[in-house]
């Protein structure tokens, strides 16, 4: 079982002595203040602040569990879910878990539109709220809508946080990383805040590259969405040109993780058009062309391949480039770049 700090410290007392309940996990910010309570119950595991500490407390005290069953029945351990479910079930709760401290902030556990004013609310941030107004007692509303620092912002940027970690970052060890490098950043509380505002409003249809933008370019901030746009042209030229078009971003680190954000936004689009452009994947050469585009852009980076590729066929996937924005404009996105780079070295 996995609980919140706040959660746990009001639900643990009354299921402590279930016999269903095996082990407490509690996953919570102030670590301090909830081993206060915690250590009065012997079901309680461990107090955490870490997602990956977490799952590593789970994955070893389920691993010692299967041993001891083990010896005693070997087709009870085929029951029990392998490291790779395990580790999906906690992200579960995980997610469970923040979502039921959002429902709890916006006192609607009885509500009978629960679900919908949730999804909504997931999907596009706080802001959504507007439109169900009316469900709420206003004391809550007033709350909610208006105090940034409030109970349901907090809880907000706890959900997001933990979905760009878990969603995002199961299968990309290197955005893990890059989060915990950068959680003591000066924009990191603000993209969070973005978020929680907007949801995925700026994600874009990548939310990997979208987020490592953010965090990267420091100045970048509510301005560069809502007054100039200057967000959304940025994302042109980046994702029409490649790495390349921020030739001046000396910073190798930076660099490499800009590289492979921009590989998790060319991989699906790249490579479904090399298949409708029934050019066949031979010797490495989807990889190779996904590595070119990340570093050249969509033109260039192709035509860094296009001797390996059937002339007919290099025409059909010249012809179905997905350009996007106003390349017009592209002396000013390229401006716009390059203050950007500078104000983040």
């Not at 969509?298 to 012809?319: N, S, Y």
């Amino acid at each position: 079982m996995i609980v919140s700090g706040q959660l746990g410290k009001e639900i643990v007392p009354s299921v402590h002595n279930f016999r269903q309940v095996m082990s407490i996990y509690v996953y919570c910010i102030n670590k301090a203040i909830n081993e206060q309570w915690a250590s009065r119950f012997v079901k309680v595991k461990a107090v955490v602040v870490h997602l990956d500490e977490l799952i590593s407390r789970i994955t070893t005290d389920h691993n010692i569990q299967n041993k001891k069953e083990g010896s005693l029945s070997s087709n009870l351990v085929t029951t029990h879910p392998d490291a790779g479910n395990l580790n999906e079930v906690v992200d579960d709760e995980v997610l469970k878990l923040a979502k039921s401290e959002i429902i709890r902030a916006l006192d609607l556990e009885e509500h009978e539109i629960k679900d919908e004013i949730i999804n909504d609310l997931l999907e596009n941030g706080r802001q959504s709220l507007s439109k169900y107004k009316e469900e709420f007692a206003p004391d809550v509303y007033t709350a909610a809508i208006n105090e940034n620092d409030g109970n349901l912002m907090k809880s907000l940027k706890e959900y997001f946080e933990q979905q760009w970690k878990i969603k995002y970052g199961s299968s990309n060890q290197w955005f893990i990383l890059f989060l915990k490098e950068y959680r003591d950043a000066v924009n990191y509380d603000s993209v969070l805040k973005r978020t929680a505002e907007y949801g995925n409003k700026y994600m874009k249809d990548c939310p990997i590259l979208s987020i490592v933008l953010q965090l990267l370019f420091e100045g970048i901030d509510d301005k560069f969405f809502d007054e100039t746009n200057a967000f959304n042209d940025l994302w042109c030229v980046i994702t029409n040109n490649g790495l390349k078009s921020i030739e001046n971003f000396s910073d190798n680190k930076k660099r490499s993780v800009l590289l492979q954000a921009l590989r998790e936004y060319y991989c699906p689009k790249l490579f479904e058009l090399l298949d409708k452009s029934k050019i066949l994947d031979k010797d490495n050469l989807y990889e190779s062309a996904l590595n070119n585009v990340a570093e050249y852009g969509w033109l260039q980076g192709l035509q860094e391949v296009e001797k390996r590729i059937i002339m007919k066929h290099f025409k059909i996937l010249l012809a179905n480039i997905p350009v996007s924005g106003d390349t017009s404009r592209k002396q000013g996105k390229l401006d716009l770049i390059e203050y950007l780079v500078c104000s983040s070295l």
